[in-house]
């Protein structure tokens, strides 16, 4: 959960590195969790965040990254991590850096959610705007998994929608700095126009990761029109 201190859950990083069997993914993103969400909503705004605080979050995540790479080392995974300062120029096009460029497609990529300094502001860059600026520059890129502790997009009965062409038809939630499931459904649809089929599923299951890298549409699929 988000709204509680820092604490990462290695056993739900090892069940899902376990499910990548042997298709590890080129790129993997991880949210701010309980390391981010909590310290940004303390930000008077989200898109203009003072230096200091801003500095205070890029610490916590940072942290939650060594945790994540700790993981996949243990389980044998070579990698490299980026900070989205580290991986895009932030000067409008948010092109990959010389160094990001250096690693694209040689080896997995990690990079997370965290603050970062745009248009000579400090502000919140989730990791689902990632995904769409990775997936801008990479027309290869054939599916894109987001990977929740829910079991999908809801319906207004609590059922899962199996096929999602529209955000669902809720308001961008107060409380999550980075919109929500709403918001997560708006870049997924981003993410669907360029190409490739997109999937918000339950990473919490121990099954639902592997099922999805095996062809079938565990969750939610995700669609643009």
């Not at 990479?138 to 999908?152: C, H, K, Q, R, T």
């Not at 899962?160 to 308001?171: G, Y």
């Amino acid at each position: 959960p988000k709204n509680r201190p820092p604490s990462y859950d290695n056993a739900v990083m090892e069940s899902i590195i376990d499910q990548f069997g042997n298709t590890v993914p080129h790129f993997i993103i991880h949210g701010a969790g309980s390391y981010g969400h909590e310290l940004a909503k303390t930000a008077r705004n989200v898109d203009d965040i003072s230096k200091d605080h801003a500095q205070r979050i890029k610490e916590s995540m940072h942290k939650l990254s060594q945790s994540v790479s700790s993981t996949l080392n243990r389980r044998g995974i070579t990698h490299h991590s980026f900070s989205p300062q580290e991986l895009f120029h932030f000067n409008g096009e948010r092109l990959f850096t010389k160094t990001a460029l250096d690693v694209v497609g040689k080896i997995p990529l990690v990079t997370r959610g965290d603050v970062v300094l745009e248009n000579g502001k400090y502000r919140i860059y989730s990791g689902d705007e990632a995904a769409l600026d990775i997936v801008k520059q990479v027309p290869a890129v054939e599916l894109v998994i987001f990977a929740s502790n829910v079991d999908g997009v809801f319906d207004n009965h609590g059922n899962v929608i199996k096929s999602a062409r529209e955000p669902p038809l809720i308001k961008p939630s107060d409380a999550d700095v980075t919109g929500s499931m709403h918001g997560k459904v708006v870049k997924a649809l981003e993410i669907s126009r360029l190409g490739p089929r997109v999937l918000i599923l339950n990473g919490v299951d121990k099954t639902s990761l592997g099922r999805a890298l095996s062809g079938h549409s565990p969750g939610t699929e995700v669609e643009f029109r």
